[in-house]
């Protein structure tokens, strides 16, 4: 199984995660530049070389000597005014081609050197630390690639098989409820298994529209986008990346209903309560000036009775718990529903089904009392029949 990192990278770790290590590399790259790294390929990637010019203009004849004729030398001259001396319209053509060939070549060569240079920082990054010294700097991007795939590239065939079977093991895991953190976890390992039977398995192809469904039938916020997607079986248009998006935005959807629940009937009273309260229709105490100012000064320099209470002391607001507290009292544990016992409803043997010899009688006669009400007689059918979809697991109750 593949490691992943914090960014979400595959880390190639062994011949078990090279296939998954390498499709997530040559995403990387674009196809046309993936060509001349690919350790399949032999072709390399054309530079662009120094830029066209244009031919030189043709030399004159030489001058003619006294040996020759009058005629020869009127000839000679008149050859000579007839020779042009620039480029042609045909030397023009060529070299407007030759350079626009030339600017192709140069793109794609940047265009190489730039991502070459992203591959190989990410393939350094993605490499066990134990393997780094296999990339030796001088060696070229697919000397680098060749080396991994003879030293980790697993049979294909066993491949295949471990996807189906990591696939079938996946899929048969149902959920009634949403995890903690939503589907993503779920929905990605479920993206990248299909991803990989895609592009290594295509002869293999999984019913994933049903499995889908069963998964997550039971979840009520989920219920309408499993539904459509159950549905769509016959019209095959919709892909599993899309599935998955409706699941997606069944969670948004469900965690924004979550955040506009309104506030608590505790919180609504303490915002709406007074910042000066009045305790026990007494008024309110201020250490404002005025409040000083207003006292007189006799009184403030009498001693005060020993029977009025201090101003330090604390005062419990009417109508609410004080904050001293005597000791706890722990609440036991809760016990089954279907027969008393100590131990969780949805673990208890009896309405499992489960035969154990150390169930007490009591249990036993308390589980048949409360089995004569419908009601309980519906929830120990669905608890049996739960246990059943895990019935290939190891069975776990407790009395």
Not at 16 to 26: D, P
Not at 153 to 166: F, K
């Amino acid at each position: 199984m593949a490691t992943l990192t914090d960014t979400r990278e595959v880390i190639l770790s062994g011949p078990e995660s090279y296939y998954e290590w390498l499709q997530a590399i040559k995403s990387t790259i674009s196809k046309t530049s993936w060509k001349y790294v690919d350790p399949e390929e032999e072709d390399d990637c054309p530079e662009p070389g120094p830029y066209p010019t244009l031919p030189r203009a043709p030399t004159p004849p030489p001058a003619p000597t006294g040996t020759q004729t009058r005629a020869a030398s009127q000839a000679s001259n008149t050859t000579a005014v007839a020779t042009p001396v620039g480029p042609t319209a045909l030397d023009i053509q060529l070299h407007t081609a030759q350079c626009n060939e030339w600017r192709a070549k140069r793109d794609l060569f940047k265009e190489f050197t730039h991502e070459e240079t992203k591959l190989r920082e990410r393939i350094q990054r993605t490499i066990d630390p134990t393997k780094r010294t296999r990339l030796v700097p001088a060696k070229s991007t697919r000397e680098w690639l060749k080396s991994l795939r003879d030293s980790y590239q697993p049979d294909l065939a066993y491949y295949q098989q471990s996807i189906i079977a990591r696939y079938t093991k996946f899929v048969n895991v149902y959920y009634s409820h949403w995890p903690s953190n939503g589907p993503e976890k779920w929905l990605s390992e479920w993206e990248q298994l299909l991803d990989l039977n895609e592009e290594y398995n295509k002869e293999h192809q999984f019913n994933w529209r049903l499995e889908f469904h069963g998964v997550w039938k039971r979840v009520a916020d989920a219920r309408s986008e499993v539904e459509k997607v159950r549905d769509d079986i016959s019209k095959k248009s919709l892909t599993y990346h899309k599935a998955a998006s409706m699941l997606r935005m069944a969670w948004s959807q469900t965690s924004a209903q979550d955040h506009q629940k309104p506030a608590s009937k505790s919180h609504a009273i303490r915002s709406a309560f007074p910042a000066l309260p009045r305790f026990d229709n007494k008024p309110p105490e201020s250490n404002s000036p005025s409040s000083i100012s207003s006292q007189p000064p006799a009184a403030a320099a009498t001693d005060q009775p020993t029977s009025e209470p201090s101003k330090r002391s604390s005062r419990k607001r009417a109508g609410t718990s004080s904050r001293q507290r005597g000791p706890s009292k722990r609440r036991g544990p809760t016990p089954c529903i279907y027969c008393d016992g100590i131990h969780k409803s949805e673990e208890c043997y009896l309405a499992l089904g489960i035969k154990k010899d150390k169930v007490a009688e009591e249990n036993h006669k308390v589980f048949t009392l409360r089995t004569r009400d419908l009601a309980i007689q519906k929830k120990v059918e669905a608890l049996r029949a739960y246990k059943r979809l895990f019935s290939e697991g190891e069975e776990v109750g407790g009395q």
